[in-house]
């Protein structure tokens, strides 16, 4: 016998993927509030199940149901394993690549912790390995042209870890190549300098230079250095990172100076796409924001720029 005046609640339905524990808690607290009794409670329940939930319910057989608590043993026996479905997938999830570790490191150590999980699917696996993995040219590359399937995700990711370790042998041959030079050789100057070097060693072409007010070669290459700060910075509509993410491939952007700071005493956990480095976040880096007013004020980048204010 229905309460008088009952109208049966919405419920948030159930398919048997999550936790069962979890549905059952507003499915209680919602229908508390018409009835306490165990026939409208049974009553109810199928109205909240959908898929492989709703066919279990309706396989039950007749007469097998003494109370609503012999529903809710019954129900959370069958779909408890979808508990420990929803920790796997937590556990996926926390799996981060590490600053500065390699590729091939952070995908064997995915690996070997999804391999042990039997419950993940191929969706889950799929979107935690994406999720740990740090901003880079493989990241990008998933972003583009996201994979169907796990396989054609490895595939990817065992090229892209090739391409990893080349660049990184390529790297480590060019410091020795450097580090093998003679010093003179390592400090030699630069086409440019040397001529203007020579010309100043001439007596006439001295004089010149001088009346002219011109700087010296080393005068000349620090000024090309130095940056150009300001007290005060147009206020944009976004962050500086964004804009960054839509020029960095445009080539209207100067290329930065290296962090000068020792790499020992950078905080990692802040990384520039700017610089490529770590030590300062994006949205933080002073060159980059000063790279962007420079645009700003001849001319260009005005689709950044805040409408209700102007340059300063």
Same mark, same amino acid.
């Given at each position: 016998?229905?309460?008088?005046?009952?109208?049966?609640?919405?419920?948030?339905?159930?398919?048997?993927?999550?936790?069962?524990? =979890?549905?059952?808690?507003?499915?209680?607290?919602?229908?508390?509030?018409?009835?306490?009794?165990?026939?409208?409670?049974?009553? @109810?329940? #199928?109205?909240?199940?959908?898929?492989?939930?709703?066919?279990?319910?309706?396989?039950?057989?007749?007469?097998? %149901?003494?109370?609503?608590? &012999?529903?809710?043993?019954?129900?959370? *026996?069958?779909?408890? @394993?979808?508990?420990?479905?929803? $920790?796997?997938?937590?556990?996926?999830?926390?799996?981060?690549?590490?600053?500065?570790?390699?590729?091939?490191?952070?995908?064997?150590?995915?690996?070997?912790? @999804?391999?042990?999980?039997?419950?993940?699917?191929?969706?889950?696996?799929?979107?935690?390995?994406?999720?740990?993995?740090?901003?880079?040219?493989?990241?990008?590359?998933?972003?583009?042209?996201?994979?169907?399937?796990?396989?054609?995700?490895?595939?990817?990711?065992?090229?892209?870890?090739?391409?990893? $370790?080349?660049?990184?042998?390529?790297?480590?041959?060019?410091?020795?190549?450097?580090?093998?030079?003679?010093?003179?050789?390592?400090?030699?100057?630069? #086409?440019?300098?040397?001529?203007?070097?020579?010309?100043?060693?001439?007596?006439? $072409?001295?004089?010149?230079?001088?009346?002219?007010? @011109?700087?010296?070669?080393?005068?000349? *290459?620090?000024?090309?250095?130095?940056?150009?700060?300001?007290?005060?910075?147009?206020?944009?509509?976004? #962050?500086?990172?964004? %804009?960054?993410?839509?020029?960095?491939?445009?080539?209207?952007?100067?290329?930065?100076?290296?962090?000068?700071? #020792?790499?020992?005493?950078? *905080? $990692?956990? =802040?990384?520039?796409?700017?610089?490529?480095?770590?030590? &300062?976040?994006?949205?933080?880096?002073?060159?980059?924001?000063?790279?962007?007013?420079?645009?700003?004020?001849?001319?260009?980048?005005?689709?950044?720029?805040?409408?209700?204010?102007?340059?300063?």
């Amino acid at each position: 016998m229905m309460p008088r005046g009952f109208r049966m609640p919405k419920f948030k339905t159930f398919s048997g993927s999550r936790d069962p524990g =979890n549905h059952l808690k507003p499915f209680d607290s919602r229908l508390s509030f018409w009835a306490s009794d165990d026939e409208v409670y049974a009553w @109810a329940f #199928p109205s909240s199940l959908l898929g492989q939930a709703l066919n279990w319910f309706h396989k039950l057989p007749p007469d097998s %149901i003494d109370c609503w608590q &012999h529903i809710v043993d019954l129900f959370m *026996d069958k779909f408890r @394993a979808s508990i420990v479905a929803d $920790e796997d997938k937590r556990t996926l999830m926390d799996i981060q690549q590490k600053p500065g570790e390699t590729l091939r490191s952070f995908a064997t150590r995915f690996e070997e912790v @999804a391999t042990n999980i039997p419950t993940a699917n191929e969706k889950v696996t799929m979107i935690s390995f994406f999720h740990g993995l740090r901003y880079g040219p493989l990241k990008e590359k998933l972003v583009l042209e996201p994979p169907n399937t796990r396989n054609e995700l490895f595939k990817l990711v065992i090229q892209y870890i090739k391409l990893e $370790e080349v660049k990184l042998l390529s790297e480590e041959y060019l410091l020795k190549v450097e580090g093998s030079k003679p010093k003179d050789e390592v400090r030699q100057k630069s #086409p440019k300098r040397a001529r203007v070097w020579d010309r100043l060693q001439r007596p006439k $072409e001295r004089e010149t230079f001088k009346r002219q007010g @011109a700087r010296s070669p080393r005068r000349e *290459d620090e000024r090309q250095c130095r940056v150009q700060y300001h007290t005060f910075y147009t206020p944009l509509q976004v #962050p500086v990172g964004r %804009i960054y993410a839509q020029l960095e491939n445009k080539r209207i952007l100067s290329k930065p100076q290296k962090i000068k700071s #020792p790499p020992n005493r950078r *905080d $990692e956990k =802040n990384y520039c796409e700017y610089h490529k480095d770590y030590g &300062h976040d994006t949205d933080e880096c002073r060159l980059l924001k000063a790279e962007i007013e420079k645009l700003i004020r001849r001319g260009q980048l005005k689709e950044f720029v805040r409408r209700d204010q102007g340059s300063l």
